[in-house]
């Protein structure tokens, strides 16, 4: 039995063990990462991956990920998100106010700058936060930003194999 083979069985161990309620980001697709995988090799697209992805939508659907370094071996990664399955919580609404920064946001919520910037793409630049005063920003009321994995969840992998 491979690494990738164990690694699916142990998550679906787990369904069997636990009633899983979902928390964090709703996932349809994902996979397990190997050993020295990094970021830009999970986004983007090629003809033997079963999902296309932007790395835009890769940090959006897994905000707590570091791309800066290589993937931790078995780490869950969701390639496409589940729009079917509600979060629960549902996500909160947080307005930027005058005086905010990202670590100031990041403590309040508390999370991580990173966190709050990959959670929201279109609506907020760490570097720009002084001047978007007033723009709403989506985080995770009980602060579960890891992929949710539900036995509809599809084990898929970056090759195709």
Request: proline fraction near 6%.
């Amino acid at each position: 039995m491979n690494c990738m083979q164990f690694s699916a069985l142990v998550v679906l161990l787990l369904f069997a063990l636990v009633n899983v309620n979902a928390k964090g980001i709703p996932c349809k697709k994902y996979i397990i990462t190997k050993e020295g995988e990094r970021c830009n090799q999970i986004s983007g697209f090629a003809e033997k991956k079963q999902y296309y992805l932007r790395m835009k939508d890769l940090l959006q659907y897994n905000p707590a990920l570091d791309c800066e370094n290589e993937l931790e071996p078995g780490t869950i990664v969701c390639v496409e998100y589940d729009s079917d399955t509600p979060m629960d919580p549902p996500n909160k609404a947080y307005r930027i106010r005058r005086g905010d920064t990202c670590e100031k946001i990041a403590r309040r919520l508390k999370t991580t700058p990173a966190v709050i910037q990959n959670y929201n793409p279109n609506d907020i630049r760490c570097d720009l936060v002084k001047k978007q005063v007033g723009h709403v920003i989506h985080y995770q009321k009980d602060g579960d930003y890891e992929p949710t994995i539900t036995e509809n969840s599809e084990l898929v992998s970056i090759d195709g194999y």
